[in-house]
């Protein structure tokens, strides 16, 4: 086995999955173990460094060595929001298929989950699962989408001789995007893939489930796997305006086709999530209902970047930007949350709570906040002034009407320690030069 790390004195509730089981490969070339980490550039680059070497890099062996330390501190998981909703993801032990019990990946997966319960820092196994996200290329634009500028890009090449070498052993590869059917890389890895090289192979699919074809259903119905559909509202008018491009009539069709596979093949899954906004924060019953309903498993994530209007821990006027019964919506979701979580258990109840607990922080933060009044822009009306600290936006107000502006800027942060940008659309481009601020207003 790896090389172990020295004795813990204290320990985390369990180690991550992620960590020592999976890799997360973007179409940068960039390789982390999740999306989620806060250092995306900390392991290293497919297209400076293979796989393997920045498998065992030294910023993994770090990471590992801080989890079996049980301090994260400093490290790229500190602060994971996958960690505070539902403790760090648990040991994956794929089904091996009859037969292939010796077979490259199940021998593979043994091995990982043995050198994870050893606490190895450096590891003899290969990645167990390959999140794999190789294009940016979609067929819709999403109004909160963070590739809207990037889109077509991919890695190419490199990524898919990697995809290659790894499959004899992985045991799980998921596509990610942009949109992966409309991407060619997947569509030529779908055509020319063969089951019986490796049968414990599970394919997952991030989806905006707009496209279902032959040859998607052919995959589902006979593999095991699972797709995630990104639904965010189940209201026409409304998934319409999130997801411009798509027709709710389709995607609500082949939802209910994924369904059907589910039921058909018990070693596929149908996954559903919303990304929580204000605009359709007064819909999540219904989305959750119409899970229950269909027994179709789902998570809620809350909005974090552009626009930034729509973030649920971030407002400019409360009143007028939250639903007046926001509390009552949130009851109302958690007892939905908890009966679907009762028949399709998926932590739903949590990702709910973690979504309130945004919106408490955001309140919290604009009622310990003053007005900060800036020097005016001509043709400001209409755009939206962005305050920014340490890279970040930390607030943001509407230019309603003149070309006076204020903004709300936390009581914790120096007006001296803050910059403001004019933009001139909501996704936070064109940004104008930097505004002054005039006086505070208390």
């Not at 340490?390 to 309603?400: D, N, P």
């Amino acid at each position: 086995m790896g090389v172990k790390a020295e004795a813990p004195t204290t320990r985390l509730e369990r180690p991550c999955a992620f960590v020592w089981m999976q890799v997360n490969v973007d179409y940068r070339g960039t390789v982390r173990p999740c999306c989620h980490v806060n250092d995306a550039g900390a392991f290293g680059n497919l297209n400076e460094r293979s796989l393997m070497e920045i498998w065992n890099g030294e910023a993994w062996q770090r990471l590992r060595r801080a989890w079996v330390a049980g301090d994260l501190s400093g490290t790229p998981c500190e602060g994971c929001k996958v960690v505070a909703v539902e403790g760090a993801p648990i040991a994956w032990e794929f089904p091996v298929r009859s037969g292939s019990e010796n077979s490259p990946a199940s021998a593979n997966q043994a091995l990982a989950l043995a050198e994870m319960q050893s606490g190895a820092i450096v590891q003899l196994a290969k990645p167990v699962v390959l999140q794999y996200f190789p294009s940016t290329l979609c067929n819709i634009d999403c109004t909160f989408c963070f590739q809207w500028d990037q889109k077509g890009i991919k890695l190419g090449a490199k990524g898919m001789e990697m995809v290659t070498q790894l499959m004899p052993t992985l045991m799980r590869i998921d596509w990610i995007g942009g949109e992966p059917t409309v991407q060619q890389d997947f569509r030529r890895w779908l055509s020319d893939l063969d089951i019986d090289a490796n049968p414990n192979l599970n394919v997952g699919m991030v989806s905006n489930g707009t496209i279902l074809d032959t040859a998607l259903v052919k995959l589902f119905e006979r593999i095991s796997g699972f797709v995630s559909v990104s639904l965010d509202a189940v209201d026409k008018a409304l998934y319409e305006d999130i997801r411009a491009g798509a027709v709710w009539e389709d995607t609500r069709r082949n939802v209910e086709t994924y369904r059907a596979i589910s039921r058909s093949n018990p070693g596929f899954r149908l996954y559903v999530s919303c990304l929580l906004q204000k605009k359709n924060l007064a819909h999540l019953p219904d989305f959750l209902s119409f899970c229950l309903e269909r027994e179709i498993p789902a998570k809620v994530y809350p909005s974090e970047s552009f626009p930034l209007f729509e973030r649920l821990d971030m407002f400019d006027d409360p009143a007028s930007e939250l639903p007046e019964n926001w509390e009552e919506v949130f009851e109302r979701t958690l007892v939905l949350a908890r009966a679907l979580d009762a028949v399709q258990p998926n932590n739903c109840e949590s990702t709910v709570h973690y979504c309130r607990a945004a919106v408490m922080r955001g309140l919290e933060r604009h009622r310990d906040s003053r007005r900060v009044r800036l020097s005016p822009s001509p043709g400001s009306t209409g755009r939206m002034v962005v305050a920014y600290a340490a890279g970040a936006a930390i607030a943001y107000a509407r230019v309603s009407g003149g070309e006076d502006m204020s903004i709300a800027l936390p009581n914790t942060l120096p007006t001296a320690s803050v910059r403001f940008y004019l933009h001139g659309d909501d996704r936070g481009t064109d940004r104008a030069p930097p505004l002054q601020p005039l006086a505070e207003e208390g």
